[in-house]
Nanobody, 122 residues
Framework: QVQLVESGGGLVQAGGSLRLSCAAS????????MGWFRQAPGKEREFVAG????????YYADSVKGRFTISRDNAKNTVYLQMNSMEPEDTAVYYC???????????????WGQGTQVTVSS
């Protein structure tokens, strides 16, 4: 079992940056791959980025590749999402997830945080 709490959301202008954090409780954090998803109003939740349990493998949606960076610190039970060159289309509620990774793909398990709102103004 793992509990997830996101933080770091807010309002930013287009072209700006934000860093999201996801703190996990439970001693099994380092055994999970971790991911970030987002859901914009009226749209389905979509994958943004994932990282393997060791941090050696990272995976990104095409829409954020080159702008967002996912990282993790297993000593702190925390995963991060650095978002640069942000666009109004990045506006959404961002969710942290614990899952698994296999052959270059991320597979979410049913462990979700409560979400944090990110709004990008034009």
């Amino acid at each position: 079992q793992v509990q997830l709490v996101e933080s770091g959301g807010g309002l930013v202008q287009a072209g700006g940056s934000l860093r999201l954090s996801c703190a996990a409780s439970g001693r099994t954090f380092s055994s999970y791959a971790m991911g970030w998803f987002r859901q914009a109003p009226g749209k389905e939740r979509e994958f943004v980025a994932g990282i393997s349990w060791s941090g050696d493998g990272t995976y990104y949606a095409d829409s954020v590749k080159g702008r967002f960076t996912i990282s993790r610190d297993n000593a702190k039970n925390t995963v991060y999402l650095q978002m640069n060159s942000m666009e109004p289309e990045d506006t959404a509620v961002y969710y942290c997830n614990a899952g698994s990774a296999y052959r270059g793909s991320y597979y979410p398990h049913d462990y979700w945080g409560q979400g944090t709102q990110v709004t990008v103004s034009s």
